[in-house]
Nanobody, 123 residues
Framework: QVQLVESGGGLVQAGGSLRLSCVASGRTFISYGMGWFRQAPGKEREFVAA????????YYGDFVKGRFTISRDNAKNTVYLQMNSLKLEDTAVYYC????????????????WGQGTQVTVSS
């Protein structure tokens, strides 16, 4: 059984930064790409970023525009999302997920999901 546990969310002022972490259980973490999605109230789940299993390829949603950086530490079974220059519209629950293959941008291509961590950006 794979478990993903996110942390690092919280309340931050616009323009501030947060770093989210996602720790995965199991020995197969290194074999899979990982992704971050977010979901705001009343909206569909939205792709944020993804990283290949070796960390040599990264993918970002259009809205990121250089503000976020995804990274991973396979020795720690952890994937990170560094978020800078946060905006009010970044407020959402952020989820990490394990990629099972195919298109990184589509939620259906992920087989395991964490419980989410709330990010709230205030003015």
């Amino acid at each position: 059984q794979v478990q993903l546990v996110e942390s690092g969310g919280g309340l931050v002022q616009a323009g501030g930064s947060l770093r989210l972490s996602c720790v995965a259980s199991g020995r197969t973490f290194i074999s899979y790409g990982m992704g971050w999605f977010r979901q705001a109230p009343g909206k569909e789940r939205e792709f944020v970023a993804a990283i290949s299993w070796r960390g040599d390829n990264t993918y970002y949603g259009d809205f990121v525009k250089g503000r976020f950086t995804i990274s991973r530490d396979n020795a720690k079974n952890t994937v990170y999302l560094q978020m800078n220059s946060l905006k009010l519209e970044d407020t959402a629950v952020y989820y990490c997920a394990r990629h099972r293959g195919g298109n990184y941008y589509i939620p259906g291509e992920y087989s395991y999901w964490g419980q989410g961590t709330q990010v709230t950006v205030s003015s």
